[in-house]
């Protein structure tokens, strides 16, 4: 089946620093991947979607220069968490969906991100 | 605007039992609808899907049954078991230009033994 991956699984930060987070796809080509923030016990916030060689598209509310999306190539997408605050604590989600997987959607295992 | 409603927000039943676990979505043009099991500090796993074509499908002990008139689908877990506690999310896109999926809001699911 289809294997997504993210790294870290989990990370502590300190205010003001950044963080990057990597999705990979692991076994097919990923030409759109997506990223959501999950609080606990809610469904998943879609943050915003990045086509492999283009600008990621983000969601109303969510802020471009603080969540910085680069989707390299059709295997990488990587989400960095710039100047992070203790509000941006959460579960980080990335999700593929490859080329022909008409609507189908594969979920890497998420990366807990603590910022103190 | 929440364009797929799922329910119940909690579910607790026994060993054995058939929970199950109801969305509603709004927009015609959607054409995909899964589900996903979600354990806790995991990442959603796709369980099943569905697409309009047909009414019903079955994968071991999940099965979804879809009703485009009513536009509702429904997840039955039969013979649930312990290890089905989790978070079920249905989910429902589109090919109108946007495989985009937009998620229900979740169901904890609890089987006690």
């Known amino acids: 089946g289809a294997v997504v991956s993210q790294h870290p699984s989990w990370v502590i930060c300190k205010s003001g620093t950044s963080v990057k987070i990597e999705c990979r796809s692991l076994?097919?080509?990923?030409?759109?991947m997506f990223w959501y923030r999950q609080f606990p016990k809610q469904s998943l916030m879609l943050m915003a979607t990045?086509?492999?060689?283009?600008?990621?598209?983000?969601e109303q509310g969510v802020e471009k220069d603080k969540f910085l999306i680069n989707h390299a190539s059709l295997t990488l997408s990587t989400l960095t968490v710039t100047s992070a605050h203790p509000e941006d604590s959460s579960f980080y989600i990335c999700?593929?969906?490859?080329?022909?997987?008409?609507?189908?959607?594969?979920f890497g295992p998420g990366t807990r991100l603590t910022v103190t | 605007q929440q364009q797929v409603k799922q329910s119940p927000q909690s579910l607790i039943v026994q060993k054995g039992g058939i929970p199950i676990i109801n969305c509603a979505y709004e927009?015609?043009?959607?054409?995909?609808f899964p589900w996903y099991q979600q354990f806790p500090g995991k990442g959603p796993a796709l369980l099943i899907a569905?697409?309009?074509?047909?009414s019903e499908k079955k994968e071991g002990r999940f099965t979804i049954s879809f009703n485009k008139s009513a536009k509702q689908f429904s997840l039955h877990i039969m013979d649930s078991q312990p290890g089905d506690s989790a978070t079920y999310f249905c989910?429902?896109?589109?090919?109108?230009?946007?495989?985009?999926?937009?998620f229900g809001r979740g169901t904890s699911l609890i089987v006690h033994p």
């Open positions: 999700s593929a969906g490859g080329q022909g997987r008409h609507g189908e959607q594969y």
């Open positions: 076994d097919f080509q990923a030409t759109t």
């Open positions: 990045s086509n492999e060689g283009s600008k990621a598209t983000y």
């Open positions: 927009n015609t043009a959607f054409d995909y």
């Open positions: 569905i697409r309009p074509d047909v």
């Open positions: 989910a429902a896109s589109g090919s109108g230009g946007s495989y985009i999926p937009t």
